[in-house]
T-cell receptor
Framework: GAVVSQHPSRVICKSGTSVKIECRSL??????MFWYRQFPKQSLMLMAT?????????EQGVEKDKFLINHASLTLSTLTVTSAHPEDSSFYIC???????????FGPGTRLTVT | AQKITQTQPGMFVQEKEAVTLDCTYD???????LFWYKQPSSGEMIFLIY??????QNATEGRYSLNFQKARKSANLVISASQLGDSAMYFC??????????????FGSGTQLTVLP
């Protein structure tokens, strides 16, 4: 089946620094990738949608200058949390779709802790 | 209005029993898809089952079945013969065709299922 990886799985950073999270589709070409954020005991909230080679579309309330998304190839999307603050601590999950498939394939998630 | 509603924050079931997790949805789109995902404590999202709005029969995947009642706009997940490993958070999600090529999913708030030995 389709596999999506995320790196790192866990990251701890200091307030004010930037963190990059990678999302890769390992065995298929992902025409669209999604980034979600999930707080403890809560649902997944869509942050942005990115198509390869074009700018990401951000959901209302998500700061595009703080959460930089790059989808440079059909197998890689990156989310950079710039000038991280403790309130950015969360579980970040990416997913990917390809072509005509109805299914979204999810990565294992990245747990970000900002101290 | 909530697009996906899961009214059961937590559910308990005895091992080997069946359990139904509720999900109702709201859309005016005639073409949509409904999904169920399992999220164990590790955090990964595991796809369980899919139902298309035009599918005539209820979807089934092993011990999972989807009780699709279109007129009531409900898509309940039935897990038969519960196992201890079924303990997890379960999310219902919907994709509407007017989400265009983006295929965005809207998730419900989730139900935490605990299987008791």
């Amino acid at each position: 089946g389709a596999v999506v990886s995320q790196h790192p799985s866990r990251v701890i950073c200091k307030s004010g620094t930037s963190v990059k999270i990678e999302c890769r589709s390992l065995d298929f070409q992902a025409t669209t990738m999604f980034w979600y954020r999930q707080f403890p005991k809560q649902s997944l909230m869509l942050m942005a949608t990115s198509n390869e080679g074009s700018k990401a579309t951000y959901e209302q309330g998500v700061e595009k200058d703080k959460f930089l998304i790059n989808h440079a190839s059909l197998t890689l999307s990156t989310l950079t949390v710039t000038s991280a603050h403790p309130e950015d601590s969360s579980f970040y999950i990416c997913s990917a779709t390809s072509g005509g498939s109805y299914e979204q394939y999810f990565g294992p998630g990245t747990r970000l802790t900002v101290t | 209005a909530q697009k996906i509603t899961q009214t059961q924050p937590g559910m308990f079931v005895q091992e080997k029993e069946a359990v139904t997790l509720d999900c109702t949805y709201d859309t005016s789109d005639p073409s949509y898809g409904l999904f169920w995902y399992k999220q164990p404590s590790s955090g990964e999202m595991i796809f369980l089952i899919y139902q298309g709005s035009y599918d005539q029969q209820n979807a089934t995947e092993g011990r999972y079945s989807l009780n699709f009642q279109k007129a009531r706009k409900s898509a309940n997940l039935v897990i038969s013969a519960s196992q201890l490993g079924d303990s997890a958070m379960y999310f219902c999600a919907m994709r509407e065709s007017n989400s265009g090529s983006a295929r965005q999913l809207t998730f419900g708030s989730g139900t935490q299922l605990t299987v008791l030995p």
